[in-house]
């Protein structure tokens, strides 16, 4: 599975981004995606995952400000991002389960199997 992020830049507080990430090397259709962000000395955190049935679950901080969002036929998976805050600020990852059925996305970082290269976003 590859996934390649795009999007991401610098934006002022208020403003909003869509981060894009392109799947492929396996049909999207089996596995939960997710997207996840990181600071400079801080852990990785979950902001937003889908399941292929659409199910979402979201971090709290993003809860009303964010969208994920999936297009199978194009293999590629969204994430509307409105009302930025400067505290989004990260680099934000794109994200793959292993292949298998997920009644509910999971949140954790480890059960995500394959990682993007990352797409920073800056807000000030």
């Known amino acids: 599975v590859q996934l390649v992020e795009s999007g991401g830049g610098s934006v002022q507080a208020g403003g909003s981004l869509r981060l894009s990430c392109a799947v492929s090397?396996?049909?999207?259709?089996?596995?939960?995606m997710g997207w996840f962000r990181q600071v400079p000395g801080k852990e990785r955190e979950g902001v937003a995952v889908?399941?292929?049935?659409?199910?979402?679950r979201y971090a709290d901080f993003v809860t009303g400000r964010f969208t994920i969002s999936q297009d199978h036929a194009k293999k590629t998976l969204f994430l509307q991002m409105n009302s930025l805050r400067t505290e989004d600020t990260a680099m934000y990852y794109c994200?793959?389960?292993?292949?298998?059925?997920?009644?509910?996305?999971?949140?954790?970082?480890?059960?995500?199997?394959?990682w993007g290269q990352g797409t920073q976003v800056t807000v000030s």
């Open positions: 994200a793959a389960t292993p292949p298998g059925i997920y009644p509910r996305p999971p949140r954790n970082k480890a059960d995500f199997a394959h």
């Open positions: 090397g396996y049909d999207a259709l089996y596995l939960c």
């Open positions: 889908i399941n292929r049935r659409g199910t979402t």
